[in-house]
């Protein structure tokens, strides 16, 4: 079971990437998938995931209608597309897959449903 991410770099605020995370090993599509980051001295935080039930996207308050989490079965692939990023988008990037398959809505923010992880990518916004 492993989980490859790529993509970040450095870009200018207002500018976009996309984060790409190739799972092998297992089917993406048999459980809930996520985001997570971390910034310099702070906390890992949640920044989007996509429930397996009812395919449900939920996003940090900060990041949404800027950020949009997907994924692409065939590639066993999921993605971050990031839009208009700011500087306190600055972290590292970890895309994670659920320890089970059905996670309920009120956990899927919580790093502990997560079971597997990539080795994260960073993220520098600026100028």
């Known amino acids: 079971v492993q989980l490859q991410a790529s993509g970040g770099g450095l870009v200018q605020p207002g500018g976009s990437l996309r984060l790409s995370c190739a799972a092998s090993?297992?089917?993406?599509?048999?459980?809930?998938i996520g985001w997570f980051r971390q910034a310099p001295g702070k906390e890992r935080e949640f920044v989007a995931a996509i429930r397996r039930q009812d395919n449900n996207k939920f996003y940090k308050a900060s990041v949404r209608g800027r950020f949009e989490i997907s994924r692409v079965i065939a590639r066993n692939t999921m993605y971050l597309q990031m839009n208009g990023l700011e500087p306190e988008d600055t972290a590292v990037y970890y895309c994670?897959?659920?320890?089970?398959?059905?996670?309920?809505?009120?956990?899927?923010?919580?790093?502990?449903?997560?079971?597997?992880w990539g080795q994260g990518t960073l993220v520098t916004v600026s100028s």
């Open positions: 994670a897959v659920s320890r089970n398959a059905g996670v309920i809505a009120s956990r899927i923010r919580d790093s502990d449903e997560y079971a597997y």
């Open positions: 090993g297992f089917t993406l599509d048999d459980y809930a």
